[in-house]
């Protein structure tokens, strides 16, 4: 053995307890840094939570359920808590992959269920009316010797049954009060747009109508509409 490899040897206990002593603060360093990095995670977390809270209570503040309010702004609000859900869901992924590390289950908040809920009735609810009102407009506008009533009391039918199916959860709601109120009537109106366009009607019926509805119209004209007539 020669001179270098002796010292060497008489170094290796103190190497090996250097090594020891080294993996013992390594591990005490990973433990504080797993330490530090759950208790970042936990305040994450209860900011998230409170984030979940906040959201649902400014969406039931500020939820478009009147009736009157235009359409553009209902949509442009339902789209800017849909933006809102949107950041949650994404920094629900990044914290469900943290707590997995340490083994622990994210809670899931009832105020972000309620407002994903609401949040889609109200959806549901402005969409029906938009589809309504482009409906409605098609036929009041359309030409009247032309309009497909039979076609017109379906879509009214179909109308009815979605606004029916949205009852339980919104009836409290304006939007949907004036929405129901407006089909029903518009339903209640498909009688008489169907005597007027049997062709046995006689001049002197329009001269009656026009008389109680205080209007000056030519029904046979090519322009006349149910806007123009009503």
Known sequence: ITDDEVKKLSSLNSAWAEFQEMLIDS????????????RDLMSSLENWQSGCVDLYSSLTEQMP??????????FAKIGEFQAQIKVI??????????LDLFETELPEPKE???AE???KLAEDMWTLRKD??????????????KLDVEDMTN??????????????????WDVWELMQKTVREFVDTMPLITDLKNPALRERHWNDLKAELHKDFDQTSVDFTLEKGF
């Open 27 to 38: 591990e005490t360093m990973l433990e504080k840094s797993k330490q530090n990095m759950k």
């Open 65 to 74: 359920t009147e009736g009157d309010i235009k359409m553009e702004d209902a």
């Open 89 to 98: 869901q994404e920094k629900k992924v990044g914290l469900k992959m943290g």
């Open 112 to 114: 972000l269920a309620k």
């Open 117 to 119: 809920k609401d949040l």
């Open 132 to 145: 309504w009102t482009r409906n409605f407009d098609s036929w009041k506008t359309g030409q009247f010797d």
């Open 155 to 172: 879509q009214a039918g179909q109308f009815t049954k979605k606004i029916g199916k949205l009852k339980r959860e919104i009836a409290r």
